[in-house]
């Protein structure tokens, strides 16, 4: 028996046998034998009636157009079922397209067939059903997938022109008010003030900037989509009839809507986060920006998204315009849902909400536009509370991880680096550590989409971890692995994902970054000179490359590397790409590790390595030829926060270390903390230190509410000033160490020899502060024409 399902309505019956003996043709290994068809008609669904259809266990799905008089251009279910067929041949989670018929002597209607997927449909967005650690999963995994879906490529899915490229928010205004105006008309309707002043409001408000162009769903929210029986994991994702090409943002704001209703207004179409506020009232669903934050991530949409209260709206009307054809119909006697009746009222109250969330929230952005960068950007990282209560839980228990697991653990792991007949190879006390870190939920970290954290709230975390050299990983929260994961996951195809980010999420397999080369001055990254040639379905890679970080991992087996595919013709910034090299294939060898300070770092180690007629498949490369230094300023983004944040905490452990020794000692009769010169370090050390926080977290709240891009000067600004304050401090510590401080009995030297490599490590000083420079002189002159 079908969940959610009755005898066929009236309206809608059709001859079951017909359809018996088209399916006995049409659809594989479809049972043949005497028994007849059991035909159930699914309660929900607006516009295009469905059907759960079983023969001898063998069940399937049918959707069908509607009988009777339709609105040009609605319920073209072959359209479903090509999206269908292509998304599936994917791997994008969608029911297996069967068979379409678009004789309409069969059944009377065109139609098409699908497998029927068994699991859990949520019809109620406060689920409160679930654990609220399982609301906050199913919602971002509702997210992820509509990620996932905008990240396809429609041209590698044989879906050229299943949509117009370009225009796509004025056609959507232009289809939207037809059908209203049309619904209106065909049924005699009377009019609906807010809709007549949508009608003109609408196409005034169309966004200026270019259009993305993407695979986009047209109805995505929570009840379109089946979700696992007890994961929390989207398995099928339904009702494709509005799918097209077109700007992805409509789809985000058409899932996010329900974040946006106004308090003030009836709150009767089922939505438990009515009144717009950052805090919901239902334990464990993300508040609104974590959730987007989520989506952004994944597909490099800035964050606030622009031109928002433009998506909303139209979102709304679209919405509206959707229950009016609805009610319509209902009036006309062919609507396929039994409550099509009762949608006047829901269409006039949409309608009202579209004009009142577009006009208010532009009003109030108008307000807020003269706002200078301090007052606006410091606040959240300067309130009492800048954390999420979910976010206060993970740094706790992240102190307490590095507390009682991590810091223990130091001089073990050191130990076995330092006796092992093998250097390289990886002390077992890590591997315990990761196990009882991902058993407590504390992985991945870093990633918003994988955590749920912002980077403001990783900030706090990756200090703590940063506490130890050995900290980070046992989080999986270790570099390059982050830098490349996050490359993988922001530009990486579906495939590449499957392939080689899954087993780096989980931890399973360590990459390195192959960026810098020997030969080249590599602070100007147009230098480089390792090339990617085309030959056929590869390319073959030649090259050296040096500091590769990581290198030495026994588990190392993928490299994200580098190189140049352009011609000296090309734009300088449009010359190099980046692309994914397994670290077993022929022609890839490790030339040498290189010492810091004397030290090779094992086993993580910092290598040279050489590319000899490396061949790999043309599908490795990533996001496109020419589109390395793209993908580079992506990664370097985030990854120049981390290494901040992992620094703050290695001064902080260093200033601990200077206080505590200068407890203990005694020099000329008196303690060393009595002494004011050390007093006077103590009090720099403490000044640089949180004036150095404070920016790592505006730089990190920056990159949280603009993208990497807009934080730029803010990531530049740290680069400089967090490597020279831990210099600092932790050169005061050495200093009250004396002897003791350069040695290998206290990890000081280690501290130093890392902070100052930082200096160097994703560009060396000079360059961010021609950047910082730049950008600020920019900033004036602007500033001056006002």
């Known amino acids: 028996m079908a969940v959610d399902a009755s005898k066929v309505r009236k309206q809608h019956r059709f001859d079951e046998d017909s359809l018996h003996e088209y399916l006995k043709k049409n659809v594989y290994n479809f049972p043949g034998g005497p028994s007849k068809l059991t035909v159930l008609q699914y309660r929900s669904g607006q516009s295009n009636p469905t059907f759960y259809v079983n023969k001898d266990g063998r069940e399937l799905v049918m959707r069908k157009k509607p009988p009777g008089r339709l609105l040009k251009g609605a319920h073209q279910v072959g ?253 006309l006697g062919n609507a396929s849902s039994e409550s099509a009746s009762g949608l006047q009222d829901i269409a006039r109250l949409l309608s009202d909400v579209a004009l009142h969330v577009g006009k208010g929230m532009q009003s109030r952005k108008l307000e807020t536009r003269q706002v200078n960068s301090l007052s606006e950007n410091s606040p959240p990282f300067l309130a ?75 900030a706090y975390m990756a200090e703590e971890m940063g506490r130890s050299p050995i900290g980070p990983e046992p989080f999986n929260c270790a570099a390059p692995d982050t ?61 050296k490359k040096w500091w590769s970080s990581g290198a030495g991992d026994p588990r190392l087996a993928v490299a994200i590397v580098m190189g140049r595919t352009g011609g000296e013709n090309d734009p300088i910034h449009k010359q190099h790409s980046m692309i994914i090299v397994p670290t077993d294939s022929p022609g890839f060898r490790k030339v040498r590790p290189l010492s810091v300070f004397g030290n090779v770092d094992a086993p993580h180690g910092h290598f040279e390595v050489e590319f000899k007629n490396v061949r790999v498949p043309a599908s490795n490369m990533i996001l496109g030829e020419g589109r390395g230094f793209e993908i580079a300023q992506g990664r370097l983004g985030p990854g120049r926060v981390h290494h901040c944040m992992r620094l703050l905490g290695l001064a902080e452990r260093s200033l601990e270390m200077l206080c505590q020794r200068a407890e203990q000692r005694v020099a000329f009769g008196r303690k060393l903390n009595r002494m004011q010169v050390i007093q006077h370090q103590v009090a720099e050390s403490r000044i640089e230190l949180d004036m150095a926080r404070l920016l790592v977290l505006k730089a990190a709240h920056m990159h949280d509410k603009f993208g990497s891009r807009r934080a730029r000067k803010e990531i530049a600004m740290i680069k400089i000033v967090v490597p020279r304050m831990a210099c600092g401090v932790i050169d005061r510590a050495i200093q009250v160490h004396g002897g003791g401080g350069v040695s290998d009995d206290f990890p000081l030297a280690g501290f130093y020899a890392w902070a100052r490599s930082l200096r160097l490590a994703d560009g060396p000083d000079e360059v961010h502060l021609s950047v910082v420079a730049r950008l600020e002189l920019k900033e004036q002159f602007n500033k001056s024409m006002l």
């Open 483 to 543: 830098g490349n994961m996050e490359v993988l996951h922001l530009f990486g195809t579906p495939e590449q994902k499957e392939k080689w980010l899954r087993p780096l999420l989980e931890g399973r397999i360590r990459s390195c970054y192959c960026m810098t080369e020997p030969d080249v001055a590599s602070s100007d990254a147009t230098n480089m000179q390792c090339t990617f040639t085309r030959d056929g379905d590869e390319y073959i890679i030649n090259g």
């Open 384 to 458: 009492m509370e800048p954390m999420s209560e979910r976010g206060k839980e993970i740094l706790q228990k992240v102190k307490d991880f590095m507390k009682n697991e991590v810091l223990p653990a130091e001089p073990i792991f050191m130990k076995h680096v330092q006796t092992a007949e093998n250097p390289w190879t990886i002390p077992p006390i890590m591997e315990e550590l990761k196990a009882k870190a991902k058993a407590a939920g504390l992985w991945n970290l870093f990633l918003p989409s994988e955590s749920g954290l912002t980077q403001l709230e990783y």
């Open 79 to 331: 359209r479903e079922y090509r999206i269908q067929s292509a998304l599936y041949g994917a791997g994008f989670p969608v029911p297996k397209p069967l068979a379409h018929c678009e004789d309409p002597s069969v059944i009377g209607t065109e139609f098409y067939v699908m497998e029927h997927v068994r699991g859990r449909i949520f019809r109620d967005l406060a689920l409160l059903d679930l654990s609220p650690n399982e609301r906050r999963e199913i919602y971002f995994a509702m997210i992820k997938t509509l990620a996932h879906l905008h990240s396809l490529d429609y041209s590698k899915l044989g879906l050229h022109g299943y949509g117009k490229v370009g225009g796509f928010c004025r056609r959507q205004v232009n289809t939207w008010t037809r059908q209203f105006q049309g619904a209106v008309k065909i049924a005699s309707l009377p009019e609906v003030p807010s809709a007549t002043e949508l009608f003109e409001w609408l196409p005034n408000n169309i966004p200026k900037a270019e259009e993305k162009c993407t695979i986009v769903h047209g109805d995505y929210r929570l009840e379109n989509m089946i979700f696992h029986p007890t994961k929390p994991e989207v398995i099928a994702v339904l009702d494709w009839e509005l799918s097209t090409l077109g700007d992805p943002l409509t789809d985000l704001a058409y899932n996010c809507s329900p974040y946006y209703w106004p308090s003030d207004y009836e709150g009767g179409v089922g939505n438990p986060l009515a009144g717009g506020s950052d805090i919901n009232t239902v334990p464990g669903i993300p508040n609104r920006d974590e959730y987007m934050r989520v989506y952004c991530s994944h597909t490099g949409e800035p964050f606030p998204v622009r031109d928002w209260e433009f998506y909303l709206a139209l979102s709304y009307f679209r919405a509206s315009s959707i229950c009016e054809g609805v009610y319509a119909r209902s009036r």
